[in-house]
């Protein structure tokens, strides 16, 4: 269902997530996230985002231990995440600033951001005439261009992308592309990509594991 490997970034032992009165999403799940691509599928409503949203620490599960990188969730809750990049830049709280000051909020912490790689994210994405307006005068494509750029150029642990090809133009899925097949082969670096469409792009080198859902 995952991969093993002999140097895994994320560690789930456990975990247990259920929504008032519907069946749970998880019940003692576990799992181990290593370096590179790890693929998480399922239809629409099977609880991609949710399930992101859990590792991410933004929704609490019921019970289970989340590790990453050396950092306990339960226990050091800050320095666990420190070591994760999960954003939704469509979300309300973005609205009003600038596309460069929402990626300045985003990298803020984030010692191994590295800025020269998100200007060439900015080109790639065709952002350069968009960067200084608000977030509410983008499209919803350029917007989540930004959360891309921003993900994409993070120096963090584990970065969570959700759905990220949706509302985007063949360039910018090609940058995206190109972008995540480099970053696949650093060290101590880990990719959780979400996605409802099956994805031929991910080159085999860079292939962690996929996550089946609903998880069995």
Request: charged content about 15%; hydrophobic content about 45%.
């Amino acid at each position: 269902m995952n991969a093993q490997t002999l140097l895994p970034i994320l560690q789930l032992q456990d975990l247990s997530f259920a929504y008032p009165g519907q069946p749970a999403l998880a019940s003692g799940w576990c799992a181990s996230v290593g370096e590179g691509v790890t693929l998480l599928y399922g239809d629409t409503g099977s609880g991609k985002s949710t399930l992101l949203r859990v590792i991410a620490g933004a929704l609490p599960s019921a019970s289970g231990t989340l590790t990453l990188a050396g950092a306990r969730l339960d226990t050091e809750p800050e320095a666990y995440t420190r070591n994760v990049f999960f954003c939704d830049p469509a979300a309300g709280a973005f609205e009003q600033l600038t596309a460069r000051a929402c990626t300045a909020t985003l990298s803020e912490g984030d010692a191994g951001f590295d800025a020269a790689l998100w200007q060439v994210l900015v080109e790639g994405f065709s952002l350069a005439p968009h960067i200084d307006k608000p977030m509410y005068m983008l499209s919803t494509g350029s917007k989540r261009k930004v959360g891309l750029a921003a993900a994409l150029a993070s120096g963090r642990p584990l970065v969570l992308l959700d759905e990220p090809e949706g509302a985007l133009d063949a360039r910018s899925i090609g940058c995206l592309w190109r972008a995540v097949e480099s970053l696949a082969g650093h060290a101590g670096r880990a990719i959780v990509i979400a996605s409802s469409a099956r994805l031929d792009h991910v080159p085999r080198v860079a292939l962690a594991g996929c996550i089946e859902l609903p998880l069995r």
